[in-house]
C-alpha cells in the first residue's frame, strides 16, 4: 500500500504565500519523478510544477517566477511554495508520484486526495 498525503492549504489573501508538503509512505522501493497539480471548478486537472529525482523541475507558464517546487528524497516528501498567490491560484492541489514498490515492479503513477487553496481577499 502506497499513501501520498498533502498538507498546507488554506485560504490566503492576494498576494500571500502558502507552502503545500506531501509525504510519501508505504511500500516504497524508489520514487522517480513527483508533481504538483490542481483543479479549479469546472476545469481540467492541470499541471503546476514536476520534478525529476536528480532535482530537474518543469513547470506551467502559469507558475513561473511565483512557484517553487523541490522534494527532499530521504524523507520521500515533495514540496511547493507558492508566493504572489492570486485568485486565479484557487483550486484543489493534488500530489502524484511516480512510485515503484518493489525491484522489478513497474512503476505507477499514485496520487493524493487533495488539499484546498483559496485565495480571497
Known amino acids: 500500500q502506497v499513501q501520498l498525503v498533502e498538507s498546507g492549504g488554506g485560504l490566503v489573501q492576494p498576494g500571500g504565500s502558502l507552502r503545500l508538503s506531501c509525504a510519501a509512505s508505504g511500500s516504497i522501493f524508489s520514487i522517480n519523478a513527483m508533481g504538483w497539480y490542481r483543479q479549479a471548478p469546472g476545469k481540467q486537472r492541470e499541471l503546476v510544477a514536476a520534478?525529476?529525482?536528480?532535482?530537474?523541475?518543469n513547470y506551467a507558464d502559469s507558475a513561473k517566477g511565483r512557484f517553487t517546487i523541490s522534494r527532499d528524497n530521504a524523507k520521500n516528501t515533495v514540496y511547493l511554495q507558492m508566493n504572489s498567490l492570486k485568485p486565479e491560484d484557487t483550486a484543489v492541489y493534488y500530489c502524484?508520484?511516480?512510485?515503484?514498490?518493489?525491484?522489478?515492479?513497474?512503476?505507477?503513477?499514485?496520487w493524493g486526495r487533495g488539499t484546498q487553496v483559496t485565495v480571497s481577499s
Open positions: 502524484n508520484a511516480d512510485i515503484s514498490r518493489a525491484i522489478g515492479v513497474p512503476s505507477r503513477d499514485y
Open positions: 520534478i525529476t529525482r536528480g532535482g530537474s523541475t
